[in-house]
């Protein structure tokens, strides 16, 4: 029965990695901002054991929360299904670790929201989609120009809509596809070029399975690798990325794409399917 679904709710299987590389975190002290810079370089360069060893050193709200993003990128695409409980706690436990100093960190309450949907993948909890959602509703509260906490709830819709059905998702939760829309449209508004929400959003409206929304997916796919090929022909000579997670990102997009042009719709599917849950290693 669809009502049984209701209990296999998370938050985001996609977008919690894709929203891992989050910006703009700022510490007061100039020695903080040095090293907190240094974790964050590390973090960008794909060295994502050493960034969080050394976020968490800073012992400050943006180190633990830069802790809890390096440690869920590396249990979601390094990690054996044995390891990822432990590594999705510790990530939570470094979120609340900047809560504890920080109730309306940015990105303290996103990576939070993130941990706890990894979490409720495993543990299929209802009672963790409504914690996580408290979370993203506090970053918005103190942050409401945050394009990544509006694409985080965006993501928070669409997966409820596809996991309760609409009418157990509206009725329950409120969520619904047109604010999953609404949300991601907002985020991008904000921030046009980020490749992460552009690839997100693109993931959440193909899984909506709609005819009607594949043209403005086609789009998003595209802008991602025309926005990459632009990046790349700009920094030829550094050879370089501005985050790790770009590449793997960028890929997804075209692999996408591609199956979406030629029309591919098995193919689609299978990928739309290895991208949004924990394969095993």
């Not at 409401?144 to 997966?159: C, I, K, Q, R, T």
């Amino acid at each position: 029965m669809r009502s049984l679904h209701i209990l296999r709710l998370l938050i985001l299987l996609l977008l919690a990695p894709a929203l891992l590389p989050l910006s703009g975190s700022t510490v007061a002290a100039p020695r903080e901002d040095t090293d907190f810079a240094a974790a964050e370089a590390l973090y960008n360069a794909g060295e994502f054991e050493a960034a969080l060893a050394a976020a968490r050193a800073l012992d400050t709200p943006d180190g633990f929360a830069l802790a809890s993003r390096a440690g869920l990128v590396l249990m979601r695409y390094f990690m054996p299904p044995a390891e990822r409980p432990a590594a999705i706690e510790a990530a939570l436990a470094d979120a609340r670790r900047a809560l504890d100093a920080d109730p309306e960190h940015l990105e303290g309450n996103l990576e939070a929201a993130i941990s706890i949907g990894y979490r409720g993948k495993l543990t299929r909890s209802m009672g963790d989609a409504w914690a996580g959602k408290k979370y993203i509703d506090t970053a918005l509260l103190h942050h409401p120009d945050s394009a990544w906490a509006e694409a985080v709830l965006g993501g928070w819709n669409g997966e409820v809509v596809m996991e309760a059905g609409r009418f157990f998702a509206g009725m329950l939760f409120g969520a619904k596809r047109k604010r999953a829309v609404q949300h991601f449209r907002a985020g991008l508004a904000i921030e046009p070029e980020n490749i992460a929400i552009r690839t997100g959003f693109a993931i959440t409206l193909l899984r909506f399975n709609r005819s009607r929304f594949e043209k403005e997916a086609i789009e998003l796919l595209s802008g991602t690798i025309a926005l990459d090929a632009e990046y790349t022909a700009e920094n030829a000579a550094e050879n370089t990325r501005e985050n790790a997670l770009d590449e793997i990102l960028v890929n997804q997009s075209r692999e996408l794409l591609g199956a979406l042009q030629e029309g591919r719709r098995e193919d689609l599917r299978a990928l739309l399917q290895r991208l949004t849950t924990f394969a095993d290693r």
